[in-house]
């Protein structure tokens, strides 16, 4: 089992707003150069989509679940027929029906990821980011990094995070952004 996170992030390392949902003065950074280079399966998750599983805070979930429902094709079908764990104090059972294979995690969320026997794909989701990385259980990160300067915002690895060595793995440019691919050392 791997703990992998995948972001979009800046240049200056901050993923705040990225999309523009949250309105903040600099949101929507991801999409200053199109979108194409954001859309599909740029984060080559594949078969570790397939047989891992997402892990979401209730925002993204919240924000994806009334987004890829609606969308089709390939990676939209392997999203959506992802089995989704959602970290929430809020939502209920009720409420993850709004997307197929989405259940409210059970317990504490560091104990559920390593009790998990298949791969831990986290996508945004910044306060269950933190928390993996303050507890260590981050085997590796996948990475949009779009050419924006934001220089405010909140961060990926939060002031105070345990040092870690990674290996990059992969790395290529997606139109103006750069993929890549880092492994625990």
């Given at each position: 089992?791997?703990?992998?996170?995948?972001?979009?992030?800046?240049?200056?390392?901050?993923?705040?707003?990225?999309?523009?949902?949250?309105?903040?003065?600099?949101?929507?950074?991801?999409?200053?150069?199109?979108?194409?280079?954001?859309?599909?399966?740029?984060?080559?998750?594949?078969?570790?989509?397939?047989?891992?599983?997402?892990l979401l805070g209730r925002r993204t979930w919240q924000l994806f679940s009334r987004l890829w429902p609606n969308r089709t094709g390939e990676f939209a079908d392997r999203m959506?027929?992802?089995?989704?764990?959602?970290?929430?104090?809020?939502?209920?059972?009720?409420?993850?029906?709004?997307?197929?294979?989405?259940?409210?995690?059970?317990?504490?969320?560091?104990?559920?990821?390593?009790?998990?026997?298949?791969?831990?794909?986290?996508?945004?989701?910044?306060?269950?980011?933190?928390?993996?990385?303050?507890?260590?259980?981050?085997?590796?990160?996948?990475?949009?990094?779009?050419?924006?300067?934001?220089?405010?915002?909140?961060?990926?690895?939060?002031?105070?995070?345990?040092?870690?060595?990674?290996?990059?793995?992969?790395?290529?440019?997606?139109g103006p952004a750069c993929y890549s691919r880092h492994r625990r050392a």
């Amino acid at each position: 089992m791997s703990v992998v996170v995948i972001e979009f992030t800046t240049l200056d390392g901050r993923i705040t707003d990225p999309d523009g949902s949250d309105g903040t003065p600099l949101g929507g950074w991801m999409f200053r150069h199109g979108r194409e280079h954001v859309s599909g399966d740029k984060f080559r998750l594949g078969r570790t989509l397939d047989e891992g599983v997402l892990l979401l805070g209730r925002r993204t979930w919240q924000l994806f679940s009334r987004l890829w429902p609606n969308r089709t094709g390939e990676f939209a079908d392997r999203m959506n027929a992802a089995p989704k764990l959602v970290a929430s104090r809020t939502l209920t059972a009720a409420d993850t029906a709004a997307w197929a294979n989405s259940r409210l995690l059970e317990g504490d969320l560091l104990s559920a990821v390593k009790e998990q026997d298949r791969d831990v794909v986290v996508t945004g989701s910044i306060g269950v980011v933190h928390r993996l990385i303050e507890a260590d259980l981050v085997d590796e990160y996948r990475l949009l990094t779009v050419p924006v300067v934001l220089g405010t915002g909140a961060r990926l690895f939060p002031e105070g995070a345990p040092v870690g060595d990674f290996r990059c793995v992969q790395a290529e440019p997606v139109g103006p952004a750069c993929y890549s691919r880092h492994r625990r050392a």
